[in-house]
């Protein structure tokens, strides 16, 4: 059974830093592209970061420069090092992992940024 559980969110300021974290399990972790998505109010959920297996990663072109997506497989987790924080990166946060033909999301961690 796939599980994602996320943490990590919270309210900061402006310019402030936080760190998500995203644990699975039921998967064999180390052979598997990880995602961060997010989804502001009344917007769509929408790509933040990937990183792959050979931790090859991408980004949004709004997150470049601030986000970092990492990954440890020893603890079977993706992160996400989110700087530099604006209001327009207020959002819920899913990680996500495909197996077979299914998406798995992970519940989301709210993130708050305050201006």
């Known amino acids: 059974q796939v599980q994602l559980v996320e943490s990590g969110g919270g309210l900061v300021q402006a310019g402030g830093s936080l760190r998500l974290s995203c644990a699975a399990s039921?998967?064999?972790?180390?052979?598997?592209?990880m995602g961060w998505y997010r989804q502001a109010p009344g917007k769509q959920r929408e790509l933040v970061a990937t990183?792959?297996?050979?931790?090859?990663?991408n980004y949004v072109d709004s997150v470049k420069g601030r986000f970092t997506i990492s990954r440890d497989n020893a603890k079977n987790t993706v992160y996400l090092q989110m700087n530099s924080l604006n209001a327009e990166d207020t959002a819920v946060y899913y990680c996500?992992?495909?197996?077979?033909?299914?998406?798995?999301w992970g519940q989301g961690t709210q993130v708050t940024v305050s201006s």
């Open positions: 996500k992992v495909r197996q077979g033909s299914d998406d798995y």
């Open positions: 039921g998967i064999i972790f180390a052979i598997k592209p």
């Open positions: 990183i792959t297996a050979n931790y090859l990663t």
